[in-house]
């Protein structure tokens, strides 16, 4: 009974510990398990952070190589912006030009207009041609009233001539210049871009201007005064009204010449009126150094008489030293020496009778050795 209760006993505690046994092999290996794959798991941690790092290094060299091109993006943004800025002034600016030029053409349009106007009536083209002149007259230095008439009317009621202007030129001579000038077809053909249209107007306009020579030479303005020239000159404001009117008939001037009528352009003429003007300031020294002689004559004259007066004054002068000297002599020698003599007898009262010395210096001449050479 004890034998088989132990034996019993035992088989069950054997069975217990194996059973033990095995459940502690089961544990060990599942605690194997669990290490491994906790071991799996760090080093993938390690991994992953080793991962992260190399990233993040990656990421700073990244940065690092993006960094210029950021800053270069930068200052192009910022170009960018300011060149936007410009160009808006710019386009702003740019639009007030073309508003001031938009008022500027029509400004020119309604002045053209009004000039065109005023140029299809022949006073007007003549008093346009006056105005050149003045400028002209202005540059030459020539003072209207003195060097020049305008609207100098002469002749009788009948056949008065009154030319734009007269030239006066020193020594009596005048200059008779007449402004009005062909216009109408020199402009239509200067507005026109088609030959065909132009080319005809030109003739036209070198045509009216051989009329107004002939108009000119039919006045005959030279015999209205016996100190004119025998010739008119007829002043064209614009080079391109002869130019144009010579391309067309290129004998024109040497008609005009045989007719005693002078075409002048502005370069022509304003050698002409500087001629003219160089010869009245060479008048004027003229006047000037004869009216310069006259008064150095006078002056010398004025200087010869002043001279006799100061050698009167010092033969005075002399004179009356030698008066002087004489009676101051005589003072010392009769009345001073005879007090003395009082004196010393014991005459009571007696004053103090002693002179100055005498007036040795003599006035000095006048030099006019000079003014007499």
């Not at 794959?37 to 990421?59: F, P, T």
């Not at 002045?111 to 002209?136: D, K």
């Not at 016996?226 to 008119?232: H, L, Q, R, Y």
């Amino acid at each position: 009974m004890d034998i088989t209760t132990l034996a019993v006993g035992l088989a069950l505690g054997l069975t217990l510990g194996l059973a033990y046994a095995f459940h502690l092999r089961a544990a060990a290996d599942s605690a194997h398990v669990a290490l491994a794959q906790s071991e799996g798991r760090l080093q993938q941690l390690e991994q992953h952070n080793r991962d992260l790092a190399a990233a993040a290094q990656r990421q700073q060299s990244l940065d690092d190589l993006l960094r210029p091109m950021a800053e270069g993006l930068s200052s192009v943004t910022r170009a960018a912006q300011e060149a936007d800025r410009r160009r808006v002034e710019a386009e702003t600016r740019i639009q007030t030009e073309i508003e001031n030029i938009k008022t500027s053409n029509e400004y020119l349009g309604s002045a053209t207009r009004q000039l065109v106007a005023a140029m299809s009536r022949g006073q007007s083209r003549g008093q346009w041609g006056e105005m050149q002149l003045e400028q002209l007259l202005s540059h030459a230095g020539l003072v209207e009233g003195v060097h020049f008439r305008r609207q100098d009317t002469r002749g009788g009621n009948e056949n008065a001539l009154r030319p734009d202007l007269v030239v006066l030129m020193p020594g009596g001579g005048e200059v008779l210049v007449d402004a009005k000038f062909p216009w109408d077809a020199f402009f239509e053909a200067m507005g026109s871009d088609d030959q065909a249209v132009r080319l005809p107007l030109l003739q036209k306009h070198s045509r009216d201007l051989a009329a107004r020579v002939n108009e000119l030479a039919r006045k005959d303005y030279a015999a209205s005064s016996a100190i004119t020239p025998d010739f008119v000159i007829l002043f064209l404001p614009l080079e391109p009204l002869l130019s144009t009117a010579l391309d067309q008939d290129g004998l024109l001037l040497e008609k005009a010449f045989s007719k005693r009528v002078i075409p002048a352009t502005p370069t022509t003429m304003v050698g002409l009126l500087r001629t003219i003007g160089f010869a009245w300031n060479r008048h004027d020294l003229a006047v000037n150094a004869e009216e310069i002689r006259n008064l150095s004559r006078e002056m010398l004259a004025r200087l010869g008489i002043m001279v006799g007066h100061l050698n009167d004054t010092g033969d005075q002068l002399r004179r009356a030293v030698d008066s002087y000297n004489r009676l101051v002599g005589s003072f010392d020698s009769r009345v001073v020496s005879q007090a003395r003599r009082i004196a010393e007898l014991g005459v009571p009262g007696a004053a103090d009778l002693s002179l100055r010395a005498g007036i040795d210096e003599q006035p000095r001449s006048v030099r006019t050795e000079a003014i007499e050479s």
